[in-house]
């Protein structure tokens, strides 16, 4: 899932997100709530409607981005009071209140509020912090059951929605029934510790969701650590539902990952590492910033058949960089998300063979330089 923070993935329009066959986006619910506001995206019919993309999106819960973004935070057992990283405003997450800013920003997919456990942590504050994880779940949970009706296309106001008659906003996002329902999952935390993550996951599993996440990963840990809890998580977690890693990861780690069962994904890192020139290839990564590229009339990768990479030269791409081009940051996007795109289908490809992700998975380290 790429990242759309803001309702946007930087530098790429929906129309072109859906040429590469993107089917869902991921939209960060602290951002969208301090800026336009869930009442302002409500108003405009939700997410799918305001940003103009008819296919799935999922936000998280907030509270990441609370733990790693914002000052000031207070955590209590009732929620946690932050301040905003905009203007320095004070704002209160509870898992009611997260729930209520996610079904009226009207995402597919919504996440439980959490705790995001820090790395490193001491055994008693990991335990304390997936317990509060746990109750906050089951707060996130009853709140959804008793509010999941206010999605914003089951307004009664519809007629406020009618913000014009281009085809698009017709044809594809008027298509959502009142009986739709969002889908609330839940998140696994417990830090580095085997048995916490396994006490976490089977009482998540308890209070009972359509899928879900291991969170609280990606937060500083060695790489070993992370594939450990992941390997140590999710036999614990149903096969037959949707498994989420947040935050992950490499082109490798994807197909690691997706080799250990995991189902979904979502990182930054295509797109934050495009706009710093950085490139992922079948040949490995390139700094397309670098002076040797100045010259170089050979595609970005040459294994890619990418609009970008099938039209344009690492010349060209290093200029466009140099020169602090706005082009640079999209075309430089497009090929690295069309690059994790093919991975994925290629890892698709490997499972629906019967071969499993661990065949790719060899065959991605033999290619590697
Ligand atoms: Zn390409």
Known sequence: ??????????????????????????????????????????????????MSWPRAILTDSGGFQVFSLSDLRKLTEEGVTFRSHLDGSSHFFSPETAMEAQIGLGADIIMAFDECTEYPAEPERVRESMELTLRWAERSKRYFEEHKNEVPWNNNSNCQLHTGNSEIRNSKLETRHSSEMQALFGIVQGGSDFALRKESAERTVEIGFPGYAIGGLSVGEPRHVT?????????????DQPRYLMGVGTPEDIVEYANLGIDMMDCVLPTRAARHGLLFTSEGRISIKQAQYAGDQNPPDPNCRCKVCSRYSRAYLRHLYAANEILAQTLNTIHNLSFYLDTMRAVRHSISLGRGARFLSEVWSQAKP
């Open 227 to 239: 594939r450990e809890i992941v390997e140590a998580t999710i036999e614990h977690l149903p096969a």
């Open 1 to 50: 899932m790429p990242v759309g923070t803001v309702a946007s993935v930087k530098g790429v329009p929906q129309d072109v997100l859906e040429e590469l066959g993107i089917e869902i986006l991921l939209g960060n619910t602290y951002h969208l709530y301090l800026r336009p506001g869930v009442e302002q995206v409500r108003r405009l019919g939700g997410l799918h409607r305001f």
